[in-house]
């Protein structure tokens, strides 16, 4: 996020009220997100590793942080055990996630970070006891299963952000940009609603928006397509990021979104980060990243909002998925907030 429009977003922030390709999962109406309750001081944020493995000293940063906000921790068991890049066996961390869920004395979960591993037991997850109890579910990346998982099979909102691997050593040292961006998750959390301005991209194409807010990582969502976990789009604000794809690869997986109807019926798109590789020597692809996805895009009526500040960058602000938000792209400025009626 550029400074201005980082400025542009504190002051905004200060003044706010703190198809598928198979018939097996054709696109159902959509129909409204359970939202989990808002944190109060002294509810529990439980700690567990889905994916890739981290110590608990790695982590210590985070825990001290959550805990100045008000919130106890309770760390899962995941945490600090390894099986090669995992944070333990598929075994060991589906159980882990399924205590915290099922345990109605944690009151969230934050994934200790991505890398990969969500998709490998995300099948045997048991929802019943989320929607009967909702609970918000934090993280971004690999993570983006579960909330995609949980779109389709549960329709209970979760929080897509940083997670404990993101925040900073030392809190005193931590940028404007950094510290808002963990600032964020802390709202989203209390329930303050996320209100943000951007500068506009000179490649957006303009125009207002109401929808329920759904995505994540580009990659993983391809992957999902077809899959009990893919992920409903229709009438929905849709955003995308990725990291480390050459652009060949984003025109693939575009055109994915494409031919799976998941661009079709939009009510919005939104375009986050994207740490795009260096074509190779002699394989030019010749297109941008603006290109690619302006082409796909330019028959639908909808608005598209580029450059947003989510994805594998530091200005990776968090965001409510499942919950309805309404998105404002213009010339002059970029307005995206949740939706109150």
């Not at 075994?91 to 399924?98: I, M, S, T, V, W």
């Not at 993101?166 to 808002?180: L, T």
């Not at 290109?291 to 909002?305: D, T």
Request: glycine share 8%; charged share 25%; hydrophobic share 40%.
């Amino acid at each position: 996020m550029h400074r201005k429009s980082f400025l542009s977003f504190l002051a905004t922030a200060s003044v706010s009220p703190k198809l598928m390709a198979s018939s097996d999962f054709d696109e159902q109406p959509a129909s409204p997100f359970v939202i989990p309750p808002n944190l109060r001081k002294g509810d529990t944020i439980g700690i567990t590793c889905p994916a890739g493995f981290i110590t608990l000293e790695a982590i210590q940063p985070s825990l001290k942080l959550m805990q100045s906000w008000g919130f106890n921790i309770k760390i899962g068991a995941t945490v600090g055990k390894r099986d090669f890049s995992f944070g333990g066996t598929d075994a060991e961390r589906l159980d882990d996630f399924q205590k915290m869920i099922d345990d109605p004395s944690v009151k969230a979960i934050m994934c200790a970070r991505g890398g990969y591993g969500a998709v490998r037991f995300v099948d045997k997850l048991r929802l019943d006891k989320l929607i009967t109890n909702p609970k918000w579910i934090i993280g971004f990346s690999d993570i983006t299963v579960i909330h995609s998982h949980l779109a389709r099979n549960a329709r209970v909102a979760s929080i897509h952000s940083k997670m404990c691997n993101s925040f900073p050593d030392e809190w005193a040292k931590a940028d404007a940009v950094q510290a808002g961006t963990i600032l964020s998750i802390r709202d989203a959390l209390n329930g303050t609603e996320l209100n943000y301005n951007v500068l506009p991209s000179k490649f957006n194409k303009a125009g207002e928006a109401r929808g329920i807010l759904v995505g994540g990582n580009l990659k993983t969502l391809e992957t999902l397509a077809g899959t009990r976990s893919d992920l409903p789009t229709d009438n929905c604000i849709l955003f995308i990021e990725d990291t480390n794809e050459y652009l060949y690869s984003i025109d693939r997986m575009v055109r994915n979104l494409a031919r799976t109807g998941k661009l079709a019926k939009l009510a919005a798109l939104i375009i986050g980060g994207f740490k795009v590789k260096p074509d190779d020597p002699g394989e030019e692809f010749g297109r941008s990243l603006y290109e690619i996805v302006l082409e796909q895009v330019n028959g639908n009526a909808y608005p598209v909002c580029f450059d947003f500040p989510v994805g594998h960058q530091k200005n990776n602000f968090a965001l409510k998925c499942g919950v309805e938000h309404f998105l404002k792209v213009s010339d002059a400025e970029v307005i995206f907030k949740e939706w109150k009626a």
